[in-house]
Structures are given as structure tokens and as C-alpha cells.
């Protein structure tokens, strides 16, 4: 699933507008470092540190970057890794076609970070369309052109990382994010963690009382046979 959406100007690597993200209560606390890192990726491009127009970055064994970039305007989206590579760079290509209908002089007089808002609710309608990977729309594009493979590279961000300045955003980028396994993501496996946790406490203080109980009566048994 499409997650996370940037879209910034690849001559000073400013972020000019960005999707609404997937709402995952287990990734609110990862979702700061994902953008740093989309921001950084974004950097490394501007600085010419990352020269292909297309390219997949693996973040871990759950989320991969894949980004586009076009006329000058970078277009970068997080993703899950298992979400198919083919699916993604066919919404950024959406993405860069509505883009190219904005006019790119008012595109080079926006000074301030994500001020291009206009853009943000057309990311998220795009979005919409990705989100279901078996539609038939998303089937056909997957099936076209299924002999050829995508002529796109692929790294891992720890490369691009140690092949960048050593500055302090590029230490933070090699944090990687917490990630929460999808079985322990279940809302099912929470509601049944919360309900046996309960239980069990129960049961401890239970027995705890139990053989308090025990205790007393043993001694007040002792103390009457004397």
C-alpha cells in the first residue's frame, strides 16, 4: 500500500507538497522518521548524489522508497515492500502528469516547505486509486507488458547513506524506524492480548490470596493444637 507522498523541486530539494498519509496507529511514532528519510532522499538528489530518474530504496524487511523524478520535480512515495513495484511507479507517473498541468513558473516561486497545499488533495484522490491492488484498472497495468521487467536499480538506504556527507541528518537517517510486525498489528490479536492480560492478573492475584489464606489458616491450626 501506498503510505507516505512527497513531491519537492530537485534544484534546492525543497518538499513542496505532500500526500495524506495511511492512517496506521502502530506507525504514528515511525512516520517523522519516514519523512526525514523521503526528505533526505530528496536531498541526496538535489546534490546529484543519486543520478537515476528512477529507483527503488529499501528501508527494511517492510517498507521500500520508490521515486520519479521529471522536469526538474522529484516525486517519491514510501510503500510496502510486498505492494508491487510496477503499481507504484505507475501513481507517481499519474502524479507527474497532474503536476505538469500546474504552472512550473508559480512551481519556482514557492519559498516555504509543503506550501503547495493545492496539490495535496489531488495526491490523496490518486492515491485512492492504488489502493486496491486488484482492480481491474491496477490488473491491466500489472499485466501489461508482464514479459518485461522493470529496468529500475535498486539500494538499500544504508548505502546511500554512508556514500553521503557525514552530516547530522545523515546519522539520523541511519536509524531505522521501529517496525511492527503485521501479526502483532491484528486488531483481533489486540482485543484477545487486552482480554487474556486481564485474566491473567486475575488469576495471579487469585492465588496469591489463596495461599495467603492457606497461610493463616495453617498457622491458626498450629497455634490451636498447642
Not at 23 to 35: A, G, R, S, W
Amino acid at each position: 500500500m501506498v503510505k507516505l507522498t512527497i513531491v519537492g523541486r530537485v534544484s534546492d530539494g525543497l518538499p513542496l507538497a505532500q500526500g495524506l498519509r495511511y492512517q496506521n496507529d502502530e506507525e504514528n511514532e515511525n512516520f517523522l522518521c519516514y519523512k526525514q528519510q523521503a526528505e533526505f532522499i530528496l536531498k541526496e538528489i538535489s546534490r546529484g548524489a543519486l543520478s537515476p530518474s528512477k529507483m527503488t530504496i529499501h528501508i527494511d524487511h517492510y517498507h521500500c522508497f520508490n521515486y520519479l523524478v521529471e522536469n526538474g520535480h522529484c516525486f517519491i512515495t514510501l510503500c510496502d515492500s510486498s505492494y508491487p513495484r510496477k503499481l507504484a511507479f505507475h501513481y507517481l507517473q499519474d502524479l507527474q502528469k497532474e503536476f505538469e498541468k500546474f504552472d512550473i513558473g508559480l512551481m519556482e516561486k514557492i519559498t516555504k516547505p509543503y506550501s503547495f497545499v493545492r496539490f495535496d488533495g489531488i495526491i490523496g484522490n490518486i492515491r485512492k486509486q492504488y489502493i486496491d491492488t486488484r482492480t481491474q484498472a491496477n490488473l491491466s497495468k500489472l499485466n501489461a507488458n508482464r514479459g518485461q521487467d522493470l529496468d529500475i536499480i535498486a539500494k538499500h538506504m544504508s548505502e546511500i547513506i554512508q556514500k553521503g556527507p557525514k552530516s547530522e541528518i545523515s546519522e539520523r537517517m541511519s536509524v531505522t524506524p521501529r517496525t511492527v510486525s503485521p501479526i502483532w498489528s491484528s486488531p483481533f490479536l489486540k482485543v484477545i492480548a487486552l482480554k487474556w492480560t486481564a485474566i491473567t492478573l486475575i488469576v495471579v492475584v487469585a492465588v496469591i490470596l489463596l495461599w495467603g489464606s492457606l497461610i493463616l489458616t495453617e498457622n491458626f491450626s498450629y497455634e490451636f493444637i498447642k
